[in-house]
Each structure stands twice: as C-alpha cells, then as structure tokens.
C-alpha cells in the first residue's frame, strides 16, 4: 500500500510536470536554488519528477516490485513501526542521495536533476540486505544473487560519476543504495546478523 501510494503521487507530479514544464524548473534539484535562495523544498520535490516516460516507467516498476517485498519484510521485523520507517527511508534517501551533489554542484547554476533514482536504490538494497541471496534478474533476464548485484551496481555506479561522462545521477545512485543498505542496521542493529547468517550460506 506504502509502495502504490508514493508510485500514484509521482506518476501524477511526473505528469503534470510533463504537461507544465514551468513545473519541472520550479521543482527539480537545483543546487544553486536549494542554497542560494532557500529553495529547501527541491530538495524533496525533485524526486517526484521524471524527464519523459521512459524514466519514469523504468523507475516505477523497479519501485513497485522491490517496493512491495519490502513492505513485507519492514512489517514482519517492525511491526506497526514498519509503515512510519517505509516513509522514513524513502523520503530519508531522497535527501541523503543529494547531498553529495548540493555540494559538488552548488555554484553551478544550470546544473538540474530530477527522479526517484536514489530513493528506488535505497528501496533495492534494503531489500537485498534482508534477502541478499534472493535472485535478481538483471535485465529482466540474467539471474544474479542479490549481494552479487548490490556489490557491481556500487561499483558501476561510483565508476560512472567519477567519468560523469552522460547524464544520468550515478552519485544519487551510489549513497541511496548505501543508505537503504545501511538504514534497517541502524534501527535495529540485530538485523546485521541476520543478514551474516544469509551471506555465510551462500
């Protein structure tokens, strides 16, 4: 339910976005705006915006099937507290995921990004940490143990933004999936060995 209610407020935002593109350049992340003039709110609307459908309907399906499963896991470990944390570490990521770039990038004026990337590989990687041997089919294709393809994705994606040779957020990319990883360990650290016991089975 979480899951299908950020993916119905992001496709509505998305939309209108597409139609207003005055909405686009008043709520996509900007650096500059956020801490020159204040513009604090970008820093949580960005994310709610995409570029055109493709990046959206790419986003939503990954948030909507990693998103579901960690529902289940966040309730079955947290019990009613696993609603509140679901919000908390998508929103939380939202934020954390752009905090590298609020610094690379503040004194670039023209420098925009917009996407639910950074908190959807936060939801991937909680979702890995509860179940890092369970299969993930790489291009819809190629089965690959969870941990396998949390430890490349970091790779490729610390790789890709230091070329910063296109233009997708791979910083966004890297510091979600860190902070999804390490969000359940930080409220409730017990889970660690949780996710040791799956890991010395492999």
Known sequence: ???IIIIVITVIASVMAFKKVELLYKYQFN???ILKRNQWYRIITYGFLHANWDHLLVNMVVLYFFGEALENYFN?????AGVPYF???YFGALIFSTLYDLRKHRDHY???????SG???AIVF??????PLEKIYFMFLIPIPGIIFA???LYYSYYMSKKNIDNIGHSAHFYGALFGFLFPIIIKPQLFQLFLHHILNF
């Not at 909680?126 to 179940?131: D, E, K, M, S």
């Open 110 to 116: 023209h420098y925009n990004a917009v996407g639910a």
């Open 31 to 33: 650096a500059y705006q």
């Open 1 to 3: 339910m979480m899951t």
């Open 119 to 121: 908190a959807i590989s």
């Open 76 to 80: 079955y470990y947290f019990g009613v």
């Open 126 to 131: 909680a979702t890995i940490f509860f179940a």
């Open 151 to 153: 430890i490349l994705y």
């Open 87 to 89: 919000f908390i570490l």
